[in-house]
Structure formats: structure tokens, C-alpha cells
């Protein structure tokens, strides 16, 4: 079994608070697969530094905001 | 007409094409003088030609929106790879006699079907491709888990290079001698094939495994 990731995001919370954007509108605006979106939602997915920037920015938000990292334990 | 609804074209285009597949692979078990090998391909191109065409009126389905482009890319991928390789197996013994392909009429006959699964494979995915022409294809995810499936892919290949090393190297000399050129070539394309296949089957559990965990967390 993979081991939990240890970034978490309130993507999907910041997404229903700008007018419920959908995941295919995020994806869009990142330049990413809604499939994506999913994955990093459901947190099956790291993002790299850029994308986590590019999430923000569409999501009119800093990064600290939308991701959180857990040190592991 | 609800009969002729993109859907219900879509699915007689792809069991036609199943059938045609069937054709093609029943080929060498006829008991009768018919080329159900050039058939079964007519048969396939023709209908993946239909499903070209519906593919363009079908809306996108909630299943389909689920599974990204290259997932159905690994999928197909996976299918065609393996639909490869047991043809490779099956024609096998076409290109056991000791003469090059050219002067070996049945051996022709099995290479261009075989080839014509590799052109109806480049086909559909670049159907595929259309299919989701003007939206993002791939991303760092993606590229993600073609790194994480590439890796199989070249061990699988690996692996079976080795094979053939030691199945050269420390079988008799005598046994090796009934081995033709051709038939060691079709050994060689099919080492490459099984390094294809592990790449795309790894790629596709990958993309499955991650749906699999969003969907039931």
C-alpha cells in the first residue's frame, strides 16, 4: 500500500468559495487534466512547487493558504 | 433514429471490429480457401472508421470524463501490444524455414498482418488524441507515472534480452542451426514488444490504482 503523502490541500474548499468553480475550470486554468485536479483533491497527489503556485493563483490565494505539509511521524 | 444513435454506433463499430480481430487471428485454424486474415483487417480499419465517426457526435460520458487521455492511451496501448504478441506466437512457425521473408510467401502474409495491427494501433490513438483535440493531454502527473511505468518497461525488456542471451548461449549448437533468421528476428521484435506491453500495463494499473483510491478513499 503507498504511503500517505504528507501535503495536504483545501483545494476543493477554495474551489466551492470562488462561485463553486469546477475541477474542469481549475484544470484549465492550470493547464492540467481535470483527472489531476482529482487526484490532488483527494490527496493521491503531490504537485510540484510550480503547479502548487499555478492552483493558487488561479484559486486567487497564497500557497500556504490552500497547501499544508505534516512533518512525518 | 434510436437504432443509428452515435451510441449505439459506437458499440456496433467496436464489436464489429472484435469480430474482425477474430477474422484475423482465425486465420490460421481455416479449413477453407479464404484470406479471412485481409477480411478480418478490412473489417477492423472499416469499423474504426465508424467509430472515428461517432466518436466525433458521442457527448463525453461521466466514465469516460473520469479516465484520463492517457490512461485510455496505456489501455489501448496494452490490448494492441498484447494482440501483437500473440500473433507474433501464433505466426511463429511461418518464419521457421530457412529463407528470407521475401522469398517466403506465408511469412510475408504473416508480417503484413502483424503490421497492419501495428498501423490500426497508431490509428486509434491518434483517434484518441482527437478525441480530446483543444484540451490538455498529459501533465506532470501523467509524466509521473509514464516515468514510474518506463521503468518496468526497460527491466521487463531487460529481463527478456537475458532470456534469449541465455537461451542463445547455452543451447546446443546443433538445436540453434534449426533456428532461422527471420524466426530469431520475430524473438527479437517480440523482446521489444514484452518491454511495450510491461509499460503500458504498469502505466494502466497505475492510472486504475489512483481512481480506484479517489473513488473509495
Redesign the interface.
Known amino acids: 500500500m503507498a504511503a500517505p503523502l504528507t501535503i495536504t490541500n483545501h483545494i476543493r474548499r477554495f474551489r466551492f468559495n470562488r462561485g463553486e468553480m469546477t475541477q474542469q475550470a481549475l ?2 486554468a492550470c ?6 485536479i ?2 490532488l483533491e ?1 490527496s ?2 503531490a ?2 512547487l510550480e ?1 502548487g503556485f499555478r492552483i493558487a493563483h488561479a484559486l486567487d490565494a497564497s500557497l500556504e493558504e490552500i497547501f499544508q505539509w505534516q512533518a512525518p511521524s | 433514429m434510436v437504432l443509428f444513435s452515435p451510441r449505439n454506433q459506437l458499440v456496433a463499430s467496436l464489436l464489429l471490429a472484435g469480430f474482425g480481430l477474430v477474422l484475423f487471428f482465425g486465420n490460421n485454424y481455416r479449413s477453407w480457401d479464404m484470406p479471412l486474415d485481409w477480411i478480418g483487417t478490412v473489417l477492423f480499419v472499416a469499423s474504426v472508421w465508424f467509430f472515428v465517426d461517432a466518436l466525433h457526435r458521442v457527448p463525453h460520458s461521466e466514465t469516460e470524463l473520469a479516465i484520463a487521455p492517457q490512461e485510455w492511451q496505456a489501455w489501448v496501448g496494452l490490448a494492441f501490444c498484447s494482440a501483437c504478441l500473440v500473433a507474433i506466437w501464433i505466426y511463429l512457425p511461418a518464419f521457421a524455414a530457412h529463407v528470407s521473408i521475401r522469398e517466403n510467401p506465408e511469412a510475408g502474409a504473416a508480417g503484413r498482418s502483424i503490421g497492419m495491427l501495428f498501423v490500426a494501433w497508431a490509428v486509434l490513438a491518434y483517434v484518441l488524441n482527437q478525441r480530446w483535440a483543444g484540451t490538455v493531454l498529459s501533465d506532470e502527473r501523467d509524466r509521473d507515472i509514464e516515468k514510474r511505468a518506463s521503468t518496468w518497461g526497460r527491466a521487463a525488456t531487460t529481463a527478456a534480452v537475458i532470456c534469449i542471451a541465455v537461451l542463445l548461449g547455452f543451447s546446443p549448437t546443433d538445436r540453434l542451426q534449426t533456428l532461422s533468421y527471420p524466426w530469431i528476428a520475430q524473438l527479437l521484435m517480440s523482446t521489444l514488444l514484452v518491454g511495450v506491453c510491461v509499460d503500458n500495463a504498469v502505466a494502466a494499473l497505475l492510472y486504475w490504482r489512483d481512481r480506484r483510491q479517489v473513488d473509495s478513499p
Do not use: H, N
Request: aromatic content about 6%; glycine content about 6%; hydrophobic content about 40%.
Open positions: 484544470a484549465d493547464g492540467v487534466t481535470r483527472q489531476t482529482i487526484a483527494a493521491r497527489y504537485p510540484s503547479l
